[in-house]
Each structure stands twice: as structure tokens, then as C-alpha cells.
């Protein structure tokens, strides 16, 4: 009758076909084999009961929000945040102990038998992979950094109801986000970062000017150049995703009054400082930020020059022509 693959492993080191340390990567790997299956199931069994409750609750809330006093609107509010921070900081504050230590345990191994090798590998199947430890503390991470991006929602959401100001909102959310992105600095907590200091800045910028769309417009791009300097600095780890993020600011911030002439001059600028440092960094987000500024800027720019007499359908082929353009000739760029 066949025995376990680890007493198979345990048999093949005996008689010296493996060696130990061969036999371990081999049930190592054996073992990790089924342990992602079950890590990644959990992990959108988890995402799948998070998004029921939620839309559980969002239905609810829809039935009877216009009911509730603004307390009670606060009070839901903020208990979804501390239940999410909560969850968050709990996920994230979990860390896999002995990963560190293991590898030194392993480098310098005491004197052995001759047979040693067989009984070393015997012994320590109960032990954990390191690389189902560091699997298991990613999904952690995940799990964790999605709690704390939806927190920062939450918490503008309620900052929203208590005082009806967009720019104190958004810094609630951005507080929120960057306290989470300290503990984990992963891709959903980088996205909410983004999005609630261009939602504090371009608000903080509309009120302070009384509306003013250039105003806003310059807060955004310059918004977009300082989230790109603190990426190339090191400081947001997602560096593709970052960079991308800052174009995109930028961009929305260049047409804020979309139509004017400064509005496709600033993208047109965009444009091509994105493709300049496309050229420093190689990142695909840059040359597709680029190309996207030149596809709107050329167009708003032709329809303004000529007073508005180049119509809908010829606007739509110039804009057509020039992504096509610009597209071979980043193509050609990226090759080269």
C-alpha cells in the first residue's frame, strides 16, 4: 500500500536519490501547491460577504435614509468606520513571526549523523512554509487595505453630513487613507490617497476663489506634480500605478474648462512633460498619459482657433488622426 508523499521523500533521501534539502523544496512545494487554491477562495469569500453586507446595508439605508435624522446618519456613519478601521488595522497589524530567523536557523545547522539528513527532513514536515506564511500575510494586507480605503469613505461620509464643507470631507478621507497607507502601503489605499487630496485641493481651491475654474485647474497640476515627485522620491511604492495617478490629476486638473485656450495649452504641456519623463522611467502609464493629452489638446485647440467653424464629425477625425499618430509614433518610442 503506498505511503505518504512525505514518507516517500523520507525514503528517497535514505537512499541517497534526494538530498535533504532537495526532498524539503519538493514537499514544499507539493504543499503549496493547494495551500494558494484555499487562500485565494477565502480571501474572495471574504471580499463576496463584505460586499453583501454592504450592499445589505446600503439598501436599508436607502429605504429609510431620508427618515433619519442627521444623527442618526452620523452615528451609522461613523460606526461603519471604527467597525472597518477596526477590521483594517487588525489584518494589517497581524504579522508572520520567525521568517526573519529561519533562514539563519538553516544556515548554520548543528553537527549531524550520517542518517541525519532523513531524520531532519522527518522532522520538520509540521513545520509552515515561509512562503505560505508570506501568501497568507499578502492576503492579510489585501483584506486589511480594502477595510481601511472603504473606512476613509465612510469617514468623509460622515465628516460630510456633520459639516457640509467638501474640502473638510476630503480631508477627513485623506487623513484616514494616509494613516492606512502607513501601516500598508498597497494599491487600494494609494488609489484613496489620490482621489481625497484631489478632492481636498480642487475643493479647497473652488472656495477660496470663489469658483474659479483656472484656479482649481492650477491646484490640480500642481497637485499632480507633487503626488509625481513623492513617487519618484520613494514615498508612494506603487511606482507605475503612482505615476499614472499624478498624470491622471494632472490631465483633470488641465481641463477644468475644457474649450479655452489655456485649458488645451495646459494639457498639451501635460502631455509632453508625461512623455519626457516617459523617457526617464519607461512606465507604459506615462506614454498612454501622453497620448491622451495630445488627443484632447489638438482638437480643443484647432475648434478655438477656428472660432468654432470646424464642425462636430471633422473634429472627431482630426482627433482620431492625431491618436492614431501618436500612438505609432509611441509604439515606434517604446520599441526604440
Excluded: N
Amino acid at each position: 500500500m503506498p505511503g505518504t508523499p512525505d514518507e516517500a521523500l523520507a525514503r528517497l533521501v535514505r537512499d541517497g536519490v534526494l538530498s535533504a534539502e532537495q526532498a524539503m523544496a519538493v514537499r514544499e512545494a507539493l504543499r503549496e501547491s493547494a495551500a494558494p487554491a484555499r487562500a485565494r477562495w477565502a480571501e474572495v469569500a471574504g471580499y463576496v460577504g463584505g460586499g453583501l453586507v454592504l450592499a445589505g446595508a446600503l439598501s436599508l439605508v436607502a429605504t429609510s435614509w431620508a427618515d433619519l435624522s442627521k444623527v442618526a446618519h452620523v452615528a451609522i456613519l461613523l460606526a461603519a468606520t471604527v467597525a472597518l478601521l477596526t477590521a483594517g488595522i487588525l489584518l494589517l497589524g497581524a504579522r508572520p513571526r520567525g521568517l526573519a530567523s529561519r533562514p539563519q536557523e538553516r544556515a548554520t545547522p548543528p553537527p549531524q549523523e550520517p542518517d541525519a539528513p532523513s531524520r531532519e527532513f522527518a522532522a520538520s514536515p509540521q513545520e509552515p512554509g515561509a512562503r505560505s506564511r508570506e501568501r497568507a500575510a499578502t492576503v492579510r494586507s489585501r483584506s486589511g487595505s480594502v477595510s481601511m480605503a472603504l473606512a476613509s469613505v465612510t469617514a468623509a461620509l460622515a465628516a460630510a453630513e456633520l459639516i457640509d464643507v467638501s474640502a473638510i470631507a476630503g480631508a477627513v478621507g485623506l487623513l484616514v487613507s494616509v494613516l492606512g497607507y502607513a501601516l500598508a502601503r498597497t494599491a487600494p489605499l494609494a488609489l484613496a490617497c489620490a482621489f481625497f487630496a484631489a478632492l481636498t485641493v480642487g475643493s479647497l481651491a473652488d472656495d477660496l476663489t470663489g469658483g474659479s475654474a483656472l484656479a482649481a485647474a492650477l491646484s490640480l497640476v500642481v497637485l499632480g506634480v507633487v503626488w509625481t515627485a513623492l513617487v519618484l522620491a520613494g514615498v508612494i511604492a506603487q511606482r507605475a500605478l503612482g505615476l499614472g495617478l499624478g498624470a491622471v490629476i494632472a490631465l483633470v486638473g488641465g481641463q477644468q474648462d475644457a474649450g479655452t485656450v489655456w485649458a488645451s495649452t495646459m494639457t498639451a504641456a501635460i502631455a509632453v512633460a508625461c512623455l519626457l519623463l516617459y523617457r526617464r522611467e519607461r512606465a507604459w502609464v506615462l506614454l498612454v498619459a501622453g497620448v491622451v493629452g495630445f488627443t484632447i489638446a489638438v482638437p480643443e485647440a484647432i475648434w478655438h482657433w477656428t472660432g468654432g467653424a470646424v464642425g462636430g464629425s471633422v473634429i472627431v477625425m482630426i482627433a482620431g488622426a492625431v491618436l492614431v499618430t501618436a500612438s505609432v509614433l509611441g509604439i515606434r518610442w517604446h520599441r526604440t
